[in-house]
């Protein structure tokens, strides 16, 4: 990546003014509601750019575009339930927690099952959490050593200790203010990435032209139903049914049972600001997750014009240039520029054809198109096994290294810097909150429920920040082994959060709706659950957003099914 002085300036004097007005936002009074719930004074606006931002980490700015890249927007449908999860949230979940001042969602499950039900459910989320904070860690770092060449391990210290610092010093007033100016910034970034990528198209192809390409080339898949001439693809990722279902489940765990995004909602006023951010948050994230997703489809467009290379990762590529599969490599590289060659003339064919509505034209375009794009996926396997001969532990998934490429082949000087800020600023402000709800869960569901010794404010205050710093290296310990996980980062964070979500959500299902059923029960029916969960993940028989589903139904029909057990029994 060519990062010039001025890019480093704009980097540093970026990250500097989101930090300092951060510290400044902090001061509070120093007991643990101050520290983890900025005193419960933070409005509606506020809340909903904290809860955006905290959903909205590095993996997403970093990973979404690159997967919009190889596999089109069908990913946004994994958004289609957040909506109506916002609207059960706010008649449910928001006016109960608030009712009862908690400072973890978990305190809840105590007072209507048990402290082991408590227990259990706190210690799913530190452990959901716990690892997918990690990975968001190694996010940023991603970038670092795609950068400068810098070894990954050495980048997630770099990265994991300057973050830390900030978190531990602040609180969750200093994250929730920090995430205003980050989501400014952030946004305003990504749509000049995406105007260079429009504007960068040769003379006389504009945005429509890109878009046209890029559903010729069947990228502009936002709706698809998973249904094949086999019938319904339950192993298919993304479809309307897996979002609108599987989505839907997910989202309202994650928003409803999540300490990291509860904990946002509850620094709130009062209920009506906690409903207004959740439901704002509700209508606004699914537009901008298409934009975001929308900028790889661009990305895609330009490539077909320029060439594309024919694997993102230059870093690795080095490697393997370096070995004894050089020739190989190489060889396949050449093979793979003369089909870039072809596909510019078939880019060319469409978007004349297009304009003159030669509709013949365009579907032979549209065929030849799709023919290179597979012969190309081809050629890049080859490539990709060549790299693993290299090195072994080599990262051959390059999906999440395609939109930093292009960052850094085609910006000018200065909007790299911004936009590398963008990454770093997206990492601090979601693993912040991250942190922050981690040590939350730990001094309230964990210290303070089984010390034996009555701690003071000032105590309190004191080990929410010892905590913090301990979840702050357990994070970055985690983001060691981040480096090959085979997904790109922003589905092997979804895939990790639906190993536990189902779970989580079934048991607040059955404490909200359910009355009759007691804590044995559902403990009993939530490990039993978990056991399911994990054992239908690794059969792979079905897509990760099911997951979310089986889980939650799962205890509910389980901890029924034992309830009934155990009152026959006793009667």
């Given at each position: 990546m060519n990062f010039q002085l001025t890019d480093w300036i704009v980097l540093i004097a970026t990250l500097f003014i989101v930090i300092a007005y951060g510290v400044y936002k902090s001061r509070t009074s120093k007991n643990l509601e101050g520290y983890f719930l900025g005193n419960r004074q933070m409005p509606w606006w506020v809340i909903m750019l904290s809860i955006m931002g905290t959903q909205?980490?590095?993996?997403?700015?970093?990973?979404?575009?690159?997967?919009?890249?190889?596999?089109?927007?069908?990913?946004?449908?994994?958004?289609?339930?957040?909506?109506?999860?916002?609207?059960?949230?706010?008649?449910?979940?928001?006016?109960?927690?608030?009712?009862?001042?908690?400072?973890?969602?978990?305190?809840?499950?105590?007072?209507?099952?048990?402290?082991?039900?408590?227990?259990?459910?706190?210690?799913l989320f530190l452990l959901s959490r716990g690892l997918s904070t990690g990975i968001s860690i190694f996010a940023p770092s991603l970038v670092l050593s795609s950068m400068l060449g810098w070894d990954i391990y050495a980048t997630?210290?770099?990265?994991?200790?300057?973050?830390?610092?900030?978190?531990v010093s602040g609180g969750a007033k200093a994250v929730a203010y920090t995430q205003q100016i980050q989501f400014v910034i952030i946004y305003a970034a990504m749509f000049v990435a995406g105007y260079y990528a429009i504007t960068s198209l040769p003379k006389g192809i504009g945005f429509t032209d890109a878009l046209h390409l890029a559903g010729k080339s069947g990228k502009l898949n936002i709706i698809t139903t998973g249904v094949t001439e086999n019938g319904f693809d339950w192993k298919d990722r993304y479809n309307i049914?897996?979002?609108?279902?599987?989505?839907?489940?997910?989202?309202?765990?994650?928003?409803?049972?999540?300490?990291?995004?509860?904990?946002r909602y509850l620094t709130a006023r009062d209920n009506r600001e906690s409903r207004l951010g959740l439901l704002m948050n509700g209508f606004v994230k699914v537009p901008l997750q298409f934009c975001i997703l929308l900028i790889g489809c661009l990305l895609f467009a330009y490539y077909s014009f320029f060439k594309a290379p024919a694997f993102f990762n230059k870093t690795q590529e080095t490697v393997v240039l370096k070995s004894a599969y050089a020739e190989p490599y190489n060889q396949a590289a050449a093979q793979y520029t003369q089909l870039?060659?072809?596909?510019?003339?078939?880019?060319?064919?469409?978007?004349?054809?297009?304009?003159?509505?030669?509709?013949?034209?365009?579907?032979?375009?549209?065929?030849?198109?799709?023919?290179?794009?597979?012969?190309?996926?081809?050629?890049?396997?080859?490539?990709?096994?060549?790299?693993?001969?290299?090195?072994?532990?080599?990262?051959?998934?390059?999906?999440?290294?395609?939109?930093?490429?292009?960052?850094?082949?085609?910006?000018?000087?200065g909007l790299v810097g911004?936009?590398?800020?963008?990454?770093?600023?997206?990492?601090?402000?979601?693993?912040?909150?991250?942190?922050?709800?981690?040590?939350?869960?730990?001094?309230?569901?964990?210290?303070?429920?089984?010390?034996?010794?009555?701690?003071?404010?000032?105590?309190?205050?004191?080990?929410g920040k010892i905590y913090t710093l301990l979840w702050g290296v357990f994070c970055m310990v985690i983001a060691f082994f981040a480096y090959n996980l085979g997904n790109s980062l922003i589905e092997a964070v979804n895939i990790l959060g639906s190993w536990f979500y189902g779970t989580i959500l079934g048991i607040f299902l059955v404490a909200f709706y359910i009355k009759r059923v007691g804590g044995n029960a559902v403990f009993i029916a939530a490990v039993i659950s978990e056991v399911i969960v994990i054992s239908v993940y690794y059969m792979d028989i079905i897509s990760f957003l099911w997951l979310n589903v089986i889980g939650a139904v799962a205890v509910i029909v389980l901890s029924l099914i034992i309830q009934t057990l155990t009152s026959l029994k006793k009667a």
């Amino acid at each position: 990546m060519n990062f010039q002085l001025t890019d480093w300036i704009v980097l540093i004097a970026t990250l500097f003014i989101v930090i300092a007005y951060g510290v400044y936002k902090s001061r509070t009074s120093k007991n643990l509601e101050g520290y983890f719930l900025g005193n419960r004074q933070m409005p509606w606006w506020v809340i909903m750019l904290s809860i955006m931002g905290t959903q909205a980490s590095a993996v997403t700015f970093l990973t979404a575009p690159g997967q919009a890249y190889t596999d089109g927007m069908r990913f946004v449908q994994y958004y289609f339930g957040l909506p109506l999860a916002m609207i059960v949230l706010c008649i449910t979940f928001v006016p109960l927690f608030h009712k009862l001042k908690l400072f973890t969602a978990y305190e809840f499950l105590e007072k209507r099952f048990d402290v082991k039900t408590r227990s259990l459910t706190s210690f799913l989320f530190l452990l959901s959490r716990g690892l997918s904070t990690g990975i968001s860690i190694f996010a940023p770092s991603l970038v670092l050593s795609s950068m400068l060449g810098w070894d990954i391990y050495a980048t997630n210290v770099v990265m994991g200790g300057l973050l830390i610092i900030y978190t531990v010093s602040g609180g969750a007033k200093a994250v929730a203010y920090t995430q205003q100016i980050q989501f400014v910034i952030i946004y305003a970034a990504m749509f000049v990435a995406g105007y260079y990528a429009i504007t960068s198209l040769p003379k006389g192809i504009g945005f429509t032209d890109a878009l046209h390409l890029a559903g010729k080339s069947g990228k502009l898949n936002i709706i698809t139903t998973g249904v094949t001439e086999n019938g319904f693809d339950w192993k298919d990722r993304y479809n309307i049914w897996s979002g609108l279902i599987g989505g839907f489940f997910l989202l309202l765990s994650y928003f409803g049972t999540d300490q990291s995004q509860v904990g946002r909602y509850l620094t709130a006023r009062d209920n009506r600001e906690s409903r207004l951010g959740l439901l704002m948050n509700g209508f606004v994230k699914v537009p901008l997750q298409f934009c975001i997703l929308l900028i790889g489809c661009l990305l895609f467009a330009y490539y077909s014009f320029f060439k594309a290379p024919a694997f993102f990762n230059k870093t690795q590529e080095t490697v393997v240039l370096k070995s004894a599969y050089a020739e190989p490599y190489n060889q396949a590289a050449a093979q793979y520029t003369q089909l870039q060659e072809e596909k510019k003339q078939a880019a060319v064919t469409i978007t004349a054809a297009l304009k003159e509505k030669n509709e013949t034209a365009v579907a032979e375009g549209r065929n030849k198109l799709q023919q290179i794009e597979k012969e190309g996926k081809e050629i890049r396997t080859e490539m990709k096994n060549l790299i693993k001969k290299a090195d072994p532990n080599a990262d051959t998934n390059d999906t999440n290294y395609i939109f930093l490429r292009f960052v850094g082949d085609v910006l000018p000087t200065g909007l790299v810097g911004l936009i590398i800020a963008i990454i770093f600023l997206a990492a601090w402000g979601s693993i912040a909150a991250a942190l922050n709800s981690l040590a939350s869960c730990t001094m309230c569901d964990f210290h303070q429920k089984f010390s034996k010794k009555q701690l003071t404010e000032k105590e309190e205050y004191r080990w929410g920040k010892i905590y913090t710093l301990l979840w702050g290296v357990f994070c970055m310990v985690i983001a060691f082994f981040a480096y090959n996980l085979g997904n790109s980062l922003i589905e092997a964070v979804n895939i990790l959060g639906s190993w536990f979500y189902g779970t989580i959500l079934g048991i607040f299902l059955v404490a909200f709706y359910i009355k009759r059923v007691g804590g044995n029960a559902v403990f009993i029916a939530a490990v039993i659950s978990e056991v399911i969960v994990i054992s239908v993940y690794y059969m792979d028989i079905i897509s990760f957003l099911w997951l979310n589903v089986i889980g939650a139904v799962a205890v509910i029909v389980l901890s029924l099914i034992i309830q009934t057990l155990t009152s026959l029994k006793k009667a």
